[in-house]
């Protein structure tokens, strides 16, 4: 079942790829793992699913545990406490979700040296929603400059989780500015935009995605 669903969901990709002119290939699928089984991700690995995302640490590290041989890529996709930087910082790949210069700085100085830099991206709360993460997009210039300079990361680029909208030109509004704000940047290593969802797919895409966070439509609701 979950290998129909990501060859299905992989077509949808492709042809929001296509309709808007993007190079085939662009959008990396990111796979949302949270609350889902080891055995769910073991599905999807062996249907060709590679970058999982997780937004529980404790969770994520015991599955991580439990899949060892396979030659997965984590990323941390949930709100991060500051007591858990230090595990955040070893366990994976790439954070999607760091929303101050505090937290940026605690993951610096926690990645052990001999791991590879962690890729990280700038939360910002694109649509202003009191209840969402994130910090404003009149904040991201400052922000981004001064993390730049930590070590043992790597600023790559922004995610957001814009307020649902029905309307494919209103879902495409907040994804376009963001897109706008980070090229006004001018800053070349910032190539990342993880944005779009199981709803706002397409639109996401066609306003310059480069990861999409797909949970549900692949490995089913939770029962």
Same mark, same amino acid.
């Given at each position: 079942?979950?290998?129909?669903? +990501?060859? &299905? ?7 929001? %790829?296509? /309709? ?7 959008? +990396? *699928?990111?796979?949302?793992?949270? /609350?889902?089984?080891?055995?769910? #991700? ?16 404790? %969770? ?15 990323? @941390? #996709? ?6 858990? /930087? ?14 101050? @210069?505090?937290?940026?700085?605690? +993951?610096?100085?926690? =990645? ?24 404003? $997009?009149?904040? *991201?210039? &400052? ?6 300079? $930590? ?11 814009? %307020?649902?909208? $029905?309307?494919? &030109?209103?879902? =495409?509004?907040?994804?376009?500015? *963001? ?10 290593? +910032? ?15 066609? &306003?310059?995605?480069?990861?999409? =966070?797909?949970? /549900? ?7």
């Amino acid at each position: 079942m979950i290998k129909n669903q +990501l060859n &299905e969901i992989l077509a949808q990709i492709s042809q929001a %790829e296509q /309709t808007y002119s993007r190079t085939p290939g662009d959008v +990396l *699928l990111l796979a949302v793992s949270k /609350t889902k089984s080891a055995q769910a #991700i073991a599905e999807a690995y062996q249907a060709g699913q590679r970058h999982f995302g997780e937004n529980y640490c404790q %969770e994520a590290i015991g599955k991580q545990k439990e899949l060892g041989a396979y030659d997965i890529t984590w990323h @941390f #996709i949930g709100p991060i406490q500051s007591n858990k /930087t230090k595990l955040i910082a070893n366990h994976f790949s790439w954070v999607h979700s760091v929303d101050s @210069f505090k937290i940026a700085q605690r +993951l610096s100085t926690q =990645r052990a040296s001999d791991l590879p830099p962690l890729n990280i991206c700038l939360q910002v709360n694109i649509s202003g929603e009191p209840t969402k993460s994130g910090i404003a $997009l009149h904040e *991201l210039a &400052e922000l981004s400059q001064a993390i730049a300079i $930590l070590p043992n990361l790597v600023l790559r680029g922004v995610m957001a989780v814009p %307020e649902p909208e $029905l309307d494919f &030109e209103k879902q =495409r509004q907040p994804f376009k500015t *963001l897109y706008q704000a980070v090229a006004d940047l001018n800053n070349p290593a +910032l190539d990342t935009f993880s944005f779009g969802m199981s709803a706002d797919l397409k639109a996401a895409i066609a &306003e310059g995605a480069t990861i999409v =966070r797909i949970g /549900t439509a692949l490995f089913g609701v939770r029962h």
